[in-house]
T-cell receptor, first 113, second 114 residues
Framework: AQTVTQSQPEMSVQEAETVTLSCTYD???????LFWYKQPPSRQMILVIR??????QNATENRFSVNFQKAAKSFSLKISDSQLGDTAMYFC??????????FGQGTRLTINP | NAGVTQTPKFRILKIGQSMTLQCTQD?????MYWYRQDPGMGLKLIYY???????DKGEVPNGYNVSRSTTEDFPLRLELAAPSQTSVYFC?????????????FGPGTRLLVL
């Protein structure tokens, strides 16, 4: 069975700092997708970034980038120049070949002014 | 384009009551999903559908039923509600086209069973 592990239940940084959230996963599949979702207090699930496993190049979206290490089954999220609006729960998710999403337990990120 | 909509936003049920959570998407997505999120946890898949008339169980299907009669709608039925079903329920949809597999989520339905 596929599993996703986020080892940091909570993190806190100062505004404008860079922060990295960790995620590891376990799968025997070769073709899959990885995602980071943000969940602010409104509870809306918002896609932050996605990565296709067959692409070696790390995905970037403005201040958000990933470090995808396929052999190590690691998928960390880096947030540069963090902003107060980045405060949220962050979930790492793995999409199976059967089109199901498997979520980690989340990391609560707080950006302090 | 409203995306994924869910109703109601919040509901209180008594033990043993039944209800249907509604989910509609206007993106013509083939795939639709129901998740539940317990406090402090990630989302767990309840049921999913790859197209009208086709549904399958996810990780935590007990106590729930679904149907998919149209591409747009994917209602979730709770029979004989139990306190263990107190949770936030999210509906999501995605395309089956390669490169368009991102799941888009509705705003959630908060359910309290007392």
């Amino acid at each position: 069975a596929q599993t996703v592990t986020q080892s940091q239940p909570e993190m806190s940084v100062q505004e404008a700092e860079t922060v990295t959230l960790s995620c590891t996963y376990d799968t025997s599949e070769n073709n899959y997708y990885l995602f980071w979702y943000k969940q602010p207090p409104s509870r809306q699930m918002i896609l932050v970034i996605r990565q296709e496993a067959y692409k070696q190049q790390n995905a970037t979206e403005n201040r958000f980038s990933v470090n995808f290490q396929k052999a190590a089954k690691s998928f960390s999220l880096k947030i540069s120049d963090s902003q107060l609006g980045d405060t949220a729960m962050y979930f790492c998710a793995f999409k199976t070949e059967a089109q199901k999403l498997v979520f980690g337990q989340g990391t609560r990120l707080t950006i302090n002014p | 384009n409203a995306g994924v909509t869910q109703t109601p936003k919040f509901r209180i049920l008594k033990i043993g009551q039944s209800m249907t959570l509604q989910c509609t998407q206007d993106m013509n997505h083939n795939y639709m999903y129901w998740y539940r999120q317990d406090p402090g946890m990630g989302l767990k898949l309840i049921y999913y559908s790859v197209g009208a008339g086709i549904t399958d169980k996810g990780e935590v299907p007990n106590g729930y039923n679904v149907s998919r009669s149209t591409t747009e709608d994917f209602p979730l039925r709770l029979e004989l509600a139990a306190p263990s079903q107190t949770s936030v329920y999210f509906c999501a949809s995605s395309s089956s086209r390669r490169g368009k597999e991102t799941q888009y989520f509705g705003p959630g339905t908060r359910l309290l069973v007392l």
